[in-house]
RNA sequence: GGAGGGUUGGCCGAGUGGUUGAUGGCGCCGGUUUUGAAAACCGGUGUAGGGGUUCACCUCUACCGUGGGUUCAAAUCCUACACCCUCCGCCA
């Protein structure tokens, strides 16, 4: 949610803002409903003052044991006058928050206008591209060649982009996200958390996942859940309706949870393999910070996302999103993607951004500040980092000419010693 | 699934129809005292929205889990729902 005085004062910069998001929120309508919804306030509120100052009135000749009739009877009137009034705004204050609800978050200065991904900025790029001796296989044909995926059987379960990863396969699933979630809590201090794996419509609503992304989460209409399509969502939420102390400023939490994404509109996108999945693991990174310090804390962030990269010795490259490939709530968001040989294409791992208020104000997460003003705080979130496509880049830059597989060392200690997989 | 209890300001906790935005305590801010700190004492301290003088001031409105209702008037009465706690049952 942006500030509604934002849209009053500066029109044109939220307006541009739709524009280079491909969003369609309509700011014209909004500010022309802000102005009825106001004009109609004000006349309700001055009935509403009337009516107290005689509500008084009324006790006080109560009390006097006085007569209260003439006064009582002019009330009758004020107030059938402020119940039609009050019943004609109720439309308006809807339509407007709902309208509201659209507002994508305005990009900050520095994110390069654009229609889409053509339009992203290369930051950097990390090691280089390996080569090799042979031609590199696709991690589909490798993890089946070694027992360590059954894509067939995993569609007997819960149908096709389900991944179901067997023996090494999911021993490997299960050290990097002990790998992961040990750097981030001993090195970068994150406090681990464990999430309920689903949340309710506020939740979604908070995070931005509501209304936009209806469709592309799994729903349980019994109970009102929906299943987390990201940590972001339990992690962020975890302070929703809070005021936090200063002090406690910034806080870092990080989770290892299963994700679940219905993928609507990418059917036929990436069928083979583990690039696109209906479920997949991951580490994510969640922060509280003051509006101050948040930019230098989102540069924190991907300098910890891009450390598990750099540990396993991996070929990345780090791009700063364009306004038309950004999210609804983000203010700047950066991508992480690894190389992968046996695809000959980027994988995106990693999505770091900074929403600053624009969660907080959805999910109403304040803080008192120094001055003893309650403000919103800044919330950001970052992969650290997404599973599927981690171990596509493991299993295709670390695999032999004969077939087999081996893992970078420092994995040993995760995986009972085994950093060798042969067929 | 059954039975009961609860939800009040940053936190704890009073309050069952008429200056109650809400006693009190804690915390926080300012002051006195002190070489300094602590303690003690004094004072201040909610959020959101609207309107005006315009970032420090004034004023109005709303807010005591959420939504409806009764009433001139509701934290207080009625009602539906959500959440939390306790006990019993069932189950990992």
């Given at each position: 949610m942006i500030d509604i005085n934002l849209i009053r004062?500066?029109?044109?910069?939220?307006?541009?803002?739709?524009?280079?998001?491909?969003?369609?929120?309509?700011?014209?309508?909004?500010?022309?409903?802000?102005?009825?919804?106001?004009?109609?306030?004000?006349?309700?509120?001055?009935?509403?003052s009337q009516k107290n100052t005689a509500s008084e009135e009324i006790g006080r000749l109560k009390k006097e044991k006085k007569d209260a009739s003439e006064i009582l009877a002019k009330m009758k009137s004020i107030a059938e006058r402020q119940k039609t009034l009050e019943n004609s705004l109720e439309p308006i204050k809807t339509s407007l928050d709902e309208l509201l609800k659209w507002v994508p978050n305005i990009p900050d200065n520095d994110v390069?206008?654009?229609?889409?991904?053509?339009?992203?900025?290369?930051?950097?790029?990390?090691?280089?591209?390996?080569?090799?001796?042979?031609?590199?296989?696709?991690?589909?044909?490798?993890?089946?060649?070694?027992?360590?995926?059954?894509?067939?059987?995993?569609?007997?379960?819960?149908?096709a982009s389900f991944i179901l990863f067997t023996g090494h396969g999911a021993m490997l699933e299960r050290a990097l996200i002990n790998f992961m979630l040990d750097l981030h809590v001993h090195q970068h201090k994150y406090t681990e958390i464990s999430p309920p794996y689903l949340a309710n419509p506020a939740c979604m609503f908070g995070t931005g996942q509501l209304p936009k992304l209806e469709e592309d989460m799994y729903k349980i209409p019994k109970d009102e859940f929906y299943l987390n399509p990201t940590a972001e969502v339990p992690l962020t939420n975890i302070h929703r309706d809070e005021i936090l102390d200063l002090n406690q400023l910034p806080i870092y939490y990080t989770a290892y949870t299963a994700c679940f994404r219905r993928e609507a509109g990418a059917y036929g996108?990436?069928?083979?393999?583990?690039?696109?999945?209906?479920?997949?693991?991951?580490?994510?990174?969640?922060?509280?910070?003051?509006?101050?310090?948040?930019?230098?804390?989102?540069?924190?962030?991907?300098?910890?996302?891009?450390?598990?990269?750099?540990?396993?010795?991996?070929?990345?490259?780090?791009?700063?999103?364009?306004?038309?490939?950004?999210?609804?709530?983000?203010?700047?968001?950066?991508?992480?993607?690894?190389?992968?040989?046996?695809?000959?294409?980027w994988l995106e791992v990693s999505s770091c951004s900074n929403f600053r208020d624009?969660?907080?104000?959805?999910?109403?997460?304040?803080?008192?500040?120094?001055?003893?003003?309650?403000?919103?705080?800044?919330?950001?979130?970052?992969?650290?980092?997404?599973?599927?496509?981690?171990?596509?880049?493991?299993?295709?830059?670390?695999?032999?000419?004969?077939?087999?597989?081996?893992?970078?060392e420092l994995l040993a200690p995760y995986t009972n010693g085994i950093i060798e997989f042969k067929s």
């Open positions: 004062t500066q029109p044109e910069l939220v307006k541009a803002a739709v524009k280079n998001k491909n969003e369609k929120a309509d700011i014209s309508r909004i500010l022309q409903l802000d102005q009825q919804y106001r004009d109609v306030l004000k006349e309700v509120e001055a009935l509403r390069p206008a654009g229609p889409d991904a053509s339009g992203n900025q290369l930051v950097k790029t990390y090691g280089e591209k390996k080569v090799f001796d042979f031609a590199p296989k696709p991690h589909y044909d490798i993890a089946e060649n070694l027992g360590l995926a059954d894509f067939k059987r995993a569609a007997k379960i819960a149908g996108k990436d069928t083979r393999g583990f690039v696109r999945v209906h479920q997949f693991d991951k580490v994510e990174l969640v922060k509280f910070a003051h509006p101050e310090k948040s930019a230098e804390e989102h540069e924190k962030l991907l300098a910890d996302a891009e450390e598990v990269l750099q540990m396993l010795g991996l070929h990345y490259r780090v791009v700063k999103l364009c306004t038309g490939d950004m999210s609804f709530a983000s203010a700047k968001t950066y991508d992480i993607e690894l190389w992968a040989p046996g695809m000959d294409r624009f969660q907080a104000r959805r999910a109403n997460i304040r803080f008192r500040d120094q001055d003893g003003k309650v403000k919103f705080a800044h919330t950001l979130n970052g992969s650290g980092v997404a599973l599927p496509r981690l171990v596509i880049a493991i299993l295709e830059n670390c695999q032999q000419k004969d077939g087999s597989v081996k893992l970078p």
